[in-house]
């Protein structure tokens, strides 16, 4: 087997994964947690996620002004 | 129309109007055709102005003693044929049946309300139209086969992608990406006869279509601003494809030329 296959294999495996796991975190949203925010495995965070200051408003405060 | 009230609700319906019809991939020329014809039926003059985020929208009484300007931002509603017909279908019903005001917003509405088609149904003919594509193009049934299986990965990723609002041009990247990668396996495995028509095929339904015809048609009319803007869209999403090509082809180390 070639470095070019073992390399075809290597991406339609990670794409196959993501798949996998995309439809776990679906069946567990919709089965699971109905009416909550989508779960992830793995996610990319927000930038204030990571840079928090106590007094930001996040996703569950509501704007009274 | 009587008073200014009245005016500024015409101005506020038509620039709601426009900004849709924008949004769902409609050319300037429709646009304001439309807009114009629902204006005169309305019995008020008005003026449009597109530009490639914006529709500002000037409504102004018959007798020029009331006036009312709308301002509104582009629909971010994705290309839709099924909005933009009926959409215009509505402007002709306003005009033939001189539909009133209130009624034309409560149809307006009740448009915005029409569910985009099912994701799956898109996916699989999408893949259909695309390995059709690789057909036309003199690709053999493992090509087709080929293209069909890569462009339903790819296609479904740019739908996931989407849906957890990645930027586009990012996915139009990793979607592209892996449908060349995919299909890259029927010349690394040897399948078929005609492996390099499935690997050029198999990104096609990612190319911008639409903006383009649009760009022209804008050009033509002198919209040169929104002609440019969706060019420029167009032109980076393919920069963005031809990247995503390239790479799986440089990755699995295939042959250029």
Redesign the interface.
Known sequence: MSQSMITWCVIAGVLSIAFIIRAIEWYYTECHHSGRKPWHIIEIGKEREIFFVPGDLDDNDIEDF | MTNNTDIHEVASFLADYASHLLGCGATCIRIEKNTHRMAEAFGVESDISIMPTHIYVTACSKDAAHNGVAIRKTASCGINFNLNARLSRLSWEVADNRLDFATAVERFNKILETKPTGKWEVLFLTSFANAAFCRLFGGDPSAMLIVFISTL?GY??KQ?MLSDRRDVRLVFLCASF?SA??S??GQ??GIGSTPEIALGTSVLYLIPGVPYINAVSDIIYKHYLCAFSRFADAAVLTACLTVGLCT?ML????KWF
């Open positions: 990965a479904r990723l996931i892996f990668a995919l890259a396996g690394l495995f799986g990755i699995l180390g295939l």
